[in-house]
């Protein structure tokens, strides 16, 4: 492998010199970390004498002359509030090459992948949240590896930047998506109205048998499975959802009465009133949150996970939303609960995979490293990813890490209920139809 020395690479044009506000949404201490991105690329014959650095970093700084927030850096204000200051100082850019083919990497290709740390380097310093850049990229041949700052944007809009450098390099003179800044569109009401309950910032008081501790310990399986469009009256996520929250919770085997949560992320845009504008690049995502006891999930049927996971998401409303981010701001920004919880992250219909820099779209789109959200006391987030099996075959992959003995009994009980030899009945028939 032969890695070049990082350099920032600034917006094509000058661009203004200003400070800008982040929203009271995105300015929260559990965004204050870096998301690895990692794109995989089939060789183009159609792109043959072209080099794929320079491709690249020419549309990068054209593009960054639309999206210059991104070349800023953070600066923090009044009361630890964060804003950007718009420096044009550019992103980092780091280019790279290595003796390996695509092959190599496997038949289906997905995380955990090799080498990591030399497909996205991790150079010292660029991890801060302050004073350094806010996106560091880092191209191979036919691998396109970043990370980004989520304070400054969700995985939709870094997906909407993404897409946007790819239009330029394929030739076009302009985003199909014009950016919009407006991050005051999710900022607090004046004066905050905390109308809604949020249990996801309750202290659980009691000590709890589901508490990991050593993550060292934690053994990784996946779960690849074909998931087709159509599901009945429940949708692919929420079948999936409540099916491994349920089966996760058997084989961790807490105390009856201990009480187990389910946190995933919702999108916004669409739900708020009116809905956020196209283009809008910032984090616009809400959290779900269902609670019941371990007795509960575990002794009914799957019906009634179902059910929790479709009320957590019928919660989220726009009065629900303007409510919770009254209380982000009113409450200092306090942190969310994640003891007891399983935490989902849906990354499958983002659109990673469908990024196109003239190599047509990835093969392989998606989180970089699968254990980003690692605590003390809960295993790491799993992430729906979308992946394509050595068939050829799209579906959904779902790593999950759990200890030693917990992950014999996950994979015994999902064994058990996709063979239809639980006592689940015809809920097991519901599940093999519907992975």
């Given at each position: 492998?032969?890695?070049?020395?990082?350099?920032?690479?600034?917006?094509?044009?000058?661009?203004?010199?200003?400070?800008?506000?982040?929203?009271?949404?995105?300015?929260?201490?559990?965004?204050?970390?870096?998301?690895?991105?990692?794109?995989?690329?089939?060789?183009?014959?159609?792109?043959?004498?072209?080099?794929?650095?320079?491709?690249?970093?020419?549309?990068?700084?054209?593009?960054?002359?639309?999206?210059?927030?991104?070349?800023?850096?953070?600066?923090?204000?009044?009361?630890?509030?964060?804003?950007?200051?718009?420096?044009?100082?550019?992103?980092?850019?780091?280019?790279?090459?290595?003796?390996?083919?695509?092959?190599?990497?496997?038949?289906?290709?997905?995380?955990?992948?090799?080498?990591?740390?030399?497909?996205?380097?991790?150079?010292?310093?660029?991890?801060?949240?302050?004073?350094?850049?806010?996106?560091?990229?880092?191209?191979?041949?036919?691998?396109?590896?970043?990370?980004?700052?989520?304070?400054?944007?969700?995985?939709?809009?870094?997906?909407?930047?993404?897409?946007?450098?790819?239009?330029?390099?394929?030739?076009?003179?302009?985003?199909?998506?014009?950016?919009?800044?407006?991050?005051?569109?999710?900022?607090?009401?004046?004066?905050?109205?905390?109308?809604?309950?949020?249990?996801?910032?309750?202290?659980?008081?009691?000590p709890q048998s589901?508490?990991?501790?050593?993550?060292?310990?934690?053994?990784?399986?996946?779960?690849?499975?074909?998931?087709?469009?159509?599901?009945?009256?429940?949708?692919?996520?929420?079948?999936?959802?409540?099916?491994?929250?349920?089966?996760?919770?058997?084989?961790?085997?807490?105390?009856?009465?201990?009480?187990?949560?389910?946190?995933?992320?919702?999108?916004?845009?669409?739900?708020?009133?009116?809905?956020?504008?196209?283009?809008?690049?910032?984090?616009?995502?809400?959290?779900?949150?269902?609670?019941?006891?371990?007795?509960?999930?575990?002794?009914?049927?799957?019906?009634?996970?179902?059910?929790?996971?479709?009320?957590?998401?019928?919660?989220?409303?726009?009065?629900?939303?303007?409510?919770?981010?009254?209380?982000?701001?009113?409450?200092?920004?306090?942190?969310?609960?994640?003891v007891q919880s399983?935490?989902?992250?849906?990354?499958?219909?983002?659109?990673?995979?469908?990024?196109?820099?003239?190599?047509?779209?990835?093969?392989?789109?998606?989180?970089?490293?699968?254990?980003?959200?690692?605590?003390?006391?809960?295993?790491?987030?799993?992430?729906?990813?979308e992946a394509i099996?050595?068939?050829?075959?799209?579906?959904?992959?779902?790593?999950?890490?759990?200890?030693?003995?917990?992950?014999?009994?996950?994979?015994?009980?999902?064994?058990?209920?996709?063979?239809?030899?639980?006592?689940?009945?015809?809920?097991?028939?519901?599940?093999?139809?519907?992975?």
């Open positions: 492998m032969r890695r070049c020395e990082p350099e920032l690479e600034a917006p094509a044009k000058p661009t203004p010199h200003e400070f800008k506000q982040l929203s009271d949404l995105d300015d929260q201490d559990r965004l204050r970390f870096q998301i690895p991105i990692i794109q995989f690329y089939k060789y183009s014959p159609s792109m043959q004498g072209r080099d794929p650095m320079k491709v690249i970093r020419e549309a990068l700084a054209q593009k960054l002359v639309f999206y210059y927030p991104f070349a800023s850096r953070l600066r923090e204000g009044h009361g630890a509030k964060l804003m950007v200051e718009c420096t044009g100082e550019g992103v980092m850019f780091i280019e790279a090459d290595a003796n390996v083919s695509l092959d190599q990497f496997g038949h289906e290709i997905h995380p955990p992948f090799p080498c990591m740390n030399e497909l996205l380097y991790d150079v010292p310093g660029s991890g801060e949240m302050l004073n350094c850049p806010l996106l560091l990229i880092q191209v191979w041949g036919f691998i396109f590896a970043l990370h980004f700052n989520h304070l400054m944007s969700d995985g939709s809009s870094i997906v909407q930047f993404m897409n946007a450098i790819g239009e330029m390099a394929r030739g076009a003179c302009a985003a199909s998506i014009p950016p919009v800044w407006q991050r005051e569109l999710l900022n607090a009401r004046n004066p905050p109205q905390v109308t809604c309950t949020y249990h996801k910032f309750d202290e659980l008081v009691k589901l508490i990991i501790n050593s993550l060292h310990e934690l053994v990784l399986s996946t779960i690849h499975k074909n998931i087709p469009h159509h599901l009945g009256k429940y949708s692919t996520f929420e079948v999936l959802t409540a099916f491994l929250w349920r089966c996760r919770t058997i084989a961790l085997s807490p105390d009856p009465e201990d009480q187990v949560r389910l946190i995933f992320m919702n999108n916004m845009r669409a739900i708020l009133n009116p809905p956020l504008p196209r283009g809008y690049y910032g984090n616009a995502y809400a959290i779900s949150l269902a609670i019941t006891t371990a007795r509960e999930l575990c002794q009914n049927p799957l019906e009634y996970a179902l059910e929790l996971v479709r009320k957590a998401k019928a919660n989220i409303t726009d009065e629900y939303i303007r409510s919770f981010i009254d209380l982000v701001v009113s409450k200092g920004r306090p942190h969310t609960t994640i399983f935490v989902v992250s849906n990354t499958a219909r983002v659109g990673f995979r469908d990024e196109d820099y003239g190599w047509a779209k990835a093969i392989y789109g998606g989180v970089a490293n699968i254990n980003i959200f690692e605590s003390p006391s809960t295993s790491a987030t799993s992430f729906y990813i099996n050595s068939k050829g075959e799209d579906g959904i992959m779902v790593p999950m890490c759990l200890p030693t003995l917990a992950m014999e009994r996950f994979v015994q009980e999902l064994n058990s209920i996709l063979q239809d030899q639980s006592d689940g009945g015809s809920m097991s028939k519901f599940i093999i139809s519907s992975m």
